[in-house]
């Protein structure tokens, strides 16, 4: 009995140190993974901000020219973030502000959205998705154009009720078999340009 008690224990102990140790590993890969992540997305970030607003269309330092956005429903951030803003001469050419479209198909959808101080979309580029291969991913440029059919857009081009798919009765297409992802993406640019025509302090670099 002693010998068998003795092999249980060891068993355990075995056991338990490999449960320790699988435990460590599978922590240890987390964090390298979420950090990795995190860096591929402000790698595309950066690349992006100078795809909305060209260094020719501003003389600022667009990377160091920041404003932090308090959290907000419309922008989909339970944190605070840094928007970029670009600036000519002093004066706001545009600012540069991270979105999350809560409602894609597969998860959140990571977006730029660039606004000029009228109102106008300069630009929207998609940073970060889980969308299917194929289907939802065309909201990437690199896969399709049609993210650029936001440029010139404006809160009044289309009016307020064309502001969505052409399924739900708007003008921006929609994809073959992906109906849900150009709709949180066409809704959360909506909700953007709603955020930015009610804090236009934001094109200054006071906090807000």
Do not use: C
Not at 63 to 89: C, F, M, Q, S, Y
Not at 181 to 199: C, F, G, S
């Amino acid at each position: 009995m002693a010998a068998i008690r003795q092999s249980i224990a060891r068993n355990a102990i075995g056991l338990g140190i490999f449960a320790v140790i699988t435990a460590g590993v599978i922590a240890i890969t987390q964090v390298v993974t979420a950090e990795r992540i995190a860096d591929q997305i402000r790698r595309a970030e950066a690349a992006a901000l100078f795809e909305i607003i060209p260094e020719q269309q501003h003389d600022n330092d667009l990377l160091a020219d920041t404003v932090e956005l308090a959290p907000d429903p419309r922008l989909g951030n339970k944190e605070p973030v840094d928007a970029w803003v670009a600036r000519e001469a002093g004066e706001p050419a545009g600012i540069i502000i991270p979105v999350v479209a809560n409602d894609g198909y597969s998860g959140d959808i990571r977006l730029l959205v660039g606004v000029a101080p009228d109102g106008t979309v300069l630009g929207v580029r998609v940073t970060a998705h889980r969308e299917t291969p194929g289907l939802g991913d065309k909201i990437e440029l690199r896969k399709s154009d049609w993210v650029l059919s936001f440029n010139g857009r404006s809160l009044g081009d289309p009016e307020p009720n064309r502001w969505a798919v052409s399924k739900d009765g708007g003008v921006f297409d929609q994809f073959t078999g992906a109906t849900i992802t150009p709709r949180a993406v066409v809704k959360a640019v909506r909700q953007t340009l709603n955020y930015v025509r009610d804090h236009q302090q934001i094109f200054r670099r006071d906090d807000v």
